[in-house]
């Protein structure tokens, strides 16, 4: 049971836009504290795509952008291509657990 | 380009000690910018914080493996250690180490190494 609840999937045709959701609570995201997304492809180590709810990493895409509003943040993808089908996790702190925690994971599978 | 390289054994017999190394290449571990940190991930499982450690030698770990991990550094060599006890077969993961954004509270986690696969088996 993960802190930070994600999508175990969702799924796109290719050029639609998606969005992968991460619901946390008042002693993480509610609180305040950032969220960061990642993804990761089978075999790999998981890359920083997403920084401080919304900044993104130089190199990474301007179709893919992060909000936050309230105990939720979520991951939209715009022009969804083959390439963005991998796992995806978001990541924040929790003043509770006095430490880093993450989503579960939502798997991108492109249509 | 900073990079991270886990090493140590891939098999570790049940009630032992899992011992793993990161080394960090391309820059400094003594940086006030970051803590740098270990992920783990089962086979067919999400991610999962283990803990981190600045420069200094000051830790933080998940309270779930706090009695079992223990989390070093040597920034002579640039490399910091991970240490878990008693090992189980729950404890078969992909290690990751990875370098922590340091803020108001320690934030994202980049690069991260390569990954080393460590089962538990006797």
């Known amino acids: 049971q993960s802190v930070l609840t994600q999508p175990p999937s969702v799924s796109g045709a290719p050029g639609q836009r998606v969005t992968i959701s991460c619901t946390g609570s008042s002693s993480n995201i509610g609180a305040g504290y950032d969220v960061h997304w990642y993804h990761q492809l089978p075999g790999t180590a998981p890359k920083l795509l997403i920084y401080g709810d919304s900044n993104r990493p130089s190199g990474v895409p301007d179709r893919l952008s992060g909000s936050k509003s309230g105990a939720s943040a979520s991951l939209a993808i715009t022009g969804l291509q083959a390439e963005d089908e991998a796992d995806y996790y978001c990541q924040s702190y929790d003043s509770s657990l006095s430490g880093s925690v993450f989503g579960g994971g939502t798997k991108l599978t492109v249509l | 380009q900073l990079q991270l390289q886990e090493s140590g054994p891939g098999l570790v017999k049940p009630s032992e000690t899992l011992s793993l190394t990161c080394t960090v290449s391309g820059g400094s571990i003594s940086s006030s910018s970051y803590y740098w940190g270990w992920i783990r991930q089962p086979p067919g499982q999400g991610l999962e914080w283990i803990g981190s450690i600045y420069y200094s030698g000051s830790t933080y770990y998940n309270p779930s493996l706090k009695s079992r991990a223990t989390i070093s550094v040597d920034t002579s060599k640039n490399q910091f250690s991970l240490k878990l006890s008693s090992v189980t077969a729950a404890d078969t993961a992909v290690y990751y180490c990875?370098?922590?954004?340091?803020?108001?509270?320690?934030?994202?986690?980049?690069?991260w190494g390569q990954g080393t696969l460590v089962t538990v088996s006797s």
């Open positions: 990875a370098r922590q954004r340091r803020q108001l509270v320690p934030n994202w986690f980049d690069p």
